[in-house]
């Protein structure tokens, strides 16, 4: 499951919730699904290009996924494991998500090698705060080293 432990119950509720709601809507939307894929949108209105590409989506494929998310367990807490990747990690966390909380990603962030953290007031700031959201990104990101080919 994509959630630490304290995320379980919570994402077990909610997975199997999601996986309801794309088999629910499966038969009522698929017919739709040649008009939907139609309908313009302009190159700035990114929200309603989700919310198009959503509804014409393979819904019984997500239904799948959301069920074999559900069931599986959170990942270990193994420090030594942690400890060894040296994979630079950008976190982010905001007290109101019962998914992933602040708590498991300060744990996460001490034990990665090279990991920091971007505090958020709740989901809105991707929203709200998007240009301070991206300048952080966007300094982690230039402080990674160079790529190297092999």
Known sequence: MPVFARGVTVGRIFFTALAA??????PVLTPWHPLIRRVPVSGHAH?????RDFLA????????LMRGISRQDAPPKDAGTLARSTMP???TAHSYDPLHSVED??????????ARRVGLRSILDFGLRHG????AVGAFLRGLPPATTA
């Open 89 to 91: 990690a950008l976190v």
């Open 47 to 51: 929200e309603l290009a989700f919310v």
């Open 21 to 26: 709601l794309f088999t629910g809507i499966y």
């Open 132 to 135: 301070e959201i991206n300048r």
């Open 105 to 114: 990603a300060d744990e996460l962030v001490a034990g990665l090698s090279d």
């Open 57 to 64: 989506a393979d819904h019984l494929a997500q239904a799948a």
